[in-house]
Every structure is written in structure tokens, then in C-alpha cells.
């Protein structure tokens, strides 16, 4: 079972804490975890010094709060169940991927390790969620694959999409009516004057055939790609 000194605003905060660090080295601050959580900058202060009593963070004024071993051991745990959690909802229940978070913000206060590790078992022990994010396993191994942010990429460049950021359900939304989604090929083409969309060539998965798809900067700023061999359906127009 979870430890009762876990509360839900705890495990809520050493998740955001890790969140917001694992596909970047950059370090989470006061004023940026009070945006994540929608509370103000006086309640964060006061939690971040009752899990520095705690030993789940370390932090000192007017610096970056990190996670001691025993926050980020907490954090992954409760990131695996939310993860699960989604995927789970996906797989089983017929949930579409923009839906699933909120969702899962409110189970993964309510079950058990047990029901953590069957739910992990009935679903094959997957190595990542709807949105590509991996999920940490039973011992807190994390696989992060090399990827880098499509807004960093050269015209030109070859990949699969590994991740897509899911902070806005709307982006989401229009990322499925774009066609594009975790796994997909993309090939990086030109930016467009003036408004600066970049051009990409998408193919599902499973498919051999593209499409093209213009992405603006948020979007650009929430796809992660990994390399990958050229692809014979992914050429651009």
C-alpha cells in the first residue's frame, strides 16, 4: 500500500518536481512549480519547506528545488502509476490521449501497489505511456530514449516522433486532426515566411504513404524525435 505520509499535495509536488526536469537538465524553481500547480507562490513556499523537513527536496532561498533520492524514489512511483493509469485508459477503456490526464491526476491517489502491479501485468509491462513519455519501472529504472525537441532540428533531418508533450489538451486535439502522433516518421522541411510554421512530412505508423503538416512554435516546442533511417514514404513535397 502507499505510505500514509505520502498525501496527495505531496506526491502531487514531487511529481511536477521531476516532470519538469526529466527530458531537460534545467532545474524547476518556486515561482515556476506555483504555474504547474495553479496555486499561489506563498502555499509553495510553505510546501517546499515541509518536504525539505521531509527530505524529499532540497532547496535553499531563492534557488532551484531538487529532489533528494528519497523524493525522486516517491516521485517515480507515483509517475509510474499515473502513466499506467493513462495507458491503461487508452488501451482498455477507449480514451483518447488528450482525455487521460486529468483522469489519471485523480486515480493515481486512490490505488494500491497492488493494484499498480497487476494493472502493469495486464498491460503487457509497457515501456511507455499514450504520449510516449517511458514509464518508470517497479524498481524506478526510467529508459529515456535520445531525442531532441523538433525546434532544434536542421531541414532535412530524419526521425520518429518518441515523445508529444501533453500540458495542453487542445495541441493535442490538433495534433490528431494534423495526423500526427508518437511514432510517426517525420522528415524536417522549410520554415515559412512571415508566419514561421514549419513545414514536415509526416507518416504514421504502420503506413507507408506521408503527409504534409505545418507546425507552429508551441507545437515545435512539444514533439521530441529521435533518429532514424530515411524513410522511402517520408519525402517531402
Known amino acids: 500500500m502507499k505510505s500514509a ?9 514531487v511529481k511536477v518536481i521531476y516532470s519538469f526536469t526529466e527530458w531537460q ?15 499561489a507562490n506563498s502555499s509553495v513556499s510553505e510546501m517546499v519547506r515541509k518536504l525539505k523537513d521531509l527530505g524529499l527536496v532540497d532547496h535553499k532561498p531563492y534557488s532551484a528545488v531538487t529532489l533528494t533520492e528519497d523524493g525522486r524514489r516517491l516521485a517515480l512511483a507515483v509517475v509510474r502509476r499515473h502513466r499506467l493509469i493513462e495507458t491503461f485508459l487508452v488501451r482498455e477503456l477507449g480514451y483518447a490521449w488528450d482525455e487521460v490526464h486529468d483522469e ?18 495486464k498491460l503487457g509491462h509497457p515501456g511507455k505511456d499514450p504520449h510516449g513519455d517511458p514509464i518508470p519501472s517497479e524498481d524506478g529504472t526510467v529508459r529515456l530514449p535520445a531525442a531532441r525537441l523538433l ?3 536542421d531541414p532535412g533531418h530524419h526521425g ?11 495541441l493535442l ?3 490528431t486532426r494534423e495526423g500526427v502522433d508518437v511514432d510517426a516518421l517525420v522528415q524536417v522541411g522549410e520554415r515559412k515566411p512571415f508566419s514561421g510554421a514549419l513545414q514536415v512530412q509526416v507518416t504514421p ?12 512554435e508551441q507545437a515545435l516546442h512539444a514533439l521530441w524525435v529521435a533518429d532514424d533511417a530515411p524513410h522511402q514514404g517520408c519525402e517531402l513535397d
Do not use: W
Not at 28 to 38: C, D, H, K, M, V
Not at 205 to 216: N, V
Open 25 to 39: 537538465d534545467k532545474a524547476i524553481n518556486s515561482t515556476q512549480l506555483a504555474q504547474r500547480l495553479g496555486v
Open 104 to 121: 489519471a491526476e485523480l486515480l493515481e491517489h486512490a490505488v494500491s501497489d497492488t493494484f499498480v502491479a497487476r494493472l502493469a501485468e
Open 205 to 216: 505508423p504502420g503506413q507507408s504513404e506521408g503527409h504534409s503538416a505545418e507546425l507552429g
Open 173 to 175: 486535439r490538433y495534433l
Open 151 to 153: 525546434s532544434e532540428l
Open 5 to 13: 505520509a505520502a498525501s496527495s499535495s505531496i506526491e502531487d509536488y
Open 160 to 170: 520518429h516522433i518518441t515523445r508529444i508533450s501533453d500540458d495542453d489538451p487542445e
